[in-house]
């Protein structure tokens, strides 16, 4: 099995030569994804569980809103692995645009998906949520479990402190997210935690349609 990079930088203090070795790697990741990734065009970045399979409801809504996407003139960019990634790369690929993967080295193995027309690899988390942000002009975020909340909430976080612009922000499946918007709304806004205009950052809708026009709307 292939060593654990992130659990590795994550040991603790560590000597200096061991710092230095963490930081050349890290360094040679960035530049190898941002030169994989340059030439991807106005894209799309779709956010959502590994665990779904084809037949499951979450898979072919993602599949849908991948092409629509794809036949709204966006390339797509997932985490390149099953489920929710597979599906919105299936889509793109159908409706004849590029799809994308920036896939993760896992200690449990995940492939790259069969639907990808461009993918890169990475060893560190960071890295790669760096590149899923970097290189897109909107976010789709559908049924997932921590990583996918792990990735909406960084991504609003970062749109709150203007780390980044006020890109458009959909997520899909109401039924699925109906406890996490109350408690930004009747939570977090309540009490104070965050602004009103930064929950007004969600834009939650269960068609494809509906998230297009609002992609389109914005950008």
């Known amino acids: ?15 200096h030569w061991q710092d230095i070795i963490h930081t050349a790697q890290i360094s040679r990741e960035f530049f190898r994804g941002f030169r994989a990734l340059r030439n991807t065009g106005r894209c799309v970045t779709v956010f959502g569980s590994a665990r779904f399979k084809e037949d499951h409801r979450y898979y072919q809504l993602a599949q849908q809103v991948g092409f629509a996407l794809g036949k709204a003139g966006f390339s797509v960019m997932t985490g390149g692995g099953p489920g929710i990634m597979e599906a919105a790369n299936r889509g793109a690929q159908q409706a004849g645009a590029m799809s994308i993967g920036c896939n993760i080295e896992l200690p449990v193995e995940q492939k790259p998906n069969p639907y990808l027309d461009l993918w ?15 290189f897109s002009c909107a976010f789709v975020i559908l049924p997932g479990g921590f990583g996918t909340l792990d990735e909406i909430f960084e991504t609003l976080n970062l749109i709150e402190t203007k780390k980044i612009q006020r890109f458009p922000l959909v997520v ?6 109906d406890k996490m918007e109350g408690f930004v709304h009747e939570r977090l806004e309540q009490e104070g935690t965050i602004s009103p205009s930064d929950a007004d950052n969600l834009f939650i809708t269960d068609t494809s349609d509906e998230a297009i026009r609002y992609i389109l709307s914005r950008i």
């Open 172 to 177: 899909m499946g109401s039924e699925f997210w």
């Open 1 to 15: 099995m292939k060593k654990n990079l992130d659990a590795s930088l994550l040991e603790g203090v560590q000597g």
């Open 120 to 134: 890169t690899q990475f060893d560190h988390f960071f890295v790669r949520k760096v590149m899923l942000v970097k």
